[in-house]
């Protein structure tokens, strides 16, 4: 009886450890540009919209934060953020499980969607083929992207765009310059958005070796650099469609946001942590404006 209840006990420790891993906070932050991309271009709730949802909902980010999780438990172990909703602190047994929980949950989803989307759209496939190597070369040794500074930014934007760029091109949705503002304006947000998060680990991410935008420009010229790359994002929302450039007000609150850290030191960096956290709660309230802003649009549409 108590070895039964020591196994559940292990098994559900597990679970929780792998589900901590792959973010859930930050589950909608990739599945909703895709179920959105692909709803308004596709027009329709079908099956592949179920499975590219569920798909970059929680097996793409159990991937993408959980590999990231197995390959810098070293450096986490120095960072006070690690252990809870910013990241788990895996402990060496559950690696393993970790990475096979990602793989065996992507798996028949991407097969799945492979075979939905057909071939009629092959860009989606490459999309797709790029959003996944993004997942993979931000952490793994031998590519490491999140230690090559501004590439680190780039391919991290890359796991929140791509599946929008998926979501349009299975959906066949045609490119025009103001969709192409759209997204060029989601990359700023979300090289912003990676940049200013990273502020906040320059004296850990420095005490493991670890090189990142922020270590490598240091904090204060990082926030900047976020508080440009934001204003950019908004500009550009300013050439799309109607109500479109309504977007362009929604970068405000991330700008108020990091302001105050415009000249934080690098010695003081580990304080922009708290800009982070009113960070993640915005982007609720943010995303919920935009769906509004989408919905508004379709209608100018129809």
Known sequence: MEQTEAVRTGALHAISQ??????????????FPFAAAYLLTNGSVDALFVVGTLFFLIPYNLLMYGVNDVFDYESDLRNPRKGGTEGALLEPGLHRVVVWAGVVTAAPLLAAMLWLGGTGHPWSWAMLAVSLFAVFAYSVPGLRFKERPVLDSITSSTHFVSPAVYGLAVGGAEPTPQ???VLAAFFCWGMASHAFGAVQD????????????ATAFGARA???IALGLWLVAGA???????????????????????????????ADSGTA???WRRFIALNYAVGFLVTMLLIWWALVRS
């Open 222 to 224: 990082t926030v900047r």
């Open 236 to 266: 550009l929302m300013l050439v799309t469609e109607w109500p479109g450039p309504l977007a362009a007000l929604l970068v405000v609150p991330y700008l108020v946001t990091a302001w105050p850290y415009r000249s934080v030191t690098d």
């Open 179 to 181: 969709l192409l503002a």
């Open 202 to 213: 320059v004296l850990p991410d420095r005490e493991g070796g670890i090189a990142s935008i």
């Open 18 to 31: 792998v589900l901590l891993s792959s973010r859930p906070i930050s589950w909608i932050n990739t599945a």
């Open 273 to 275: 942590n708290r800009g």
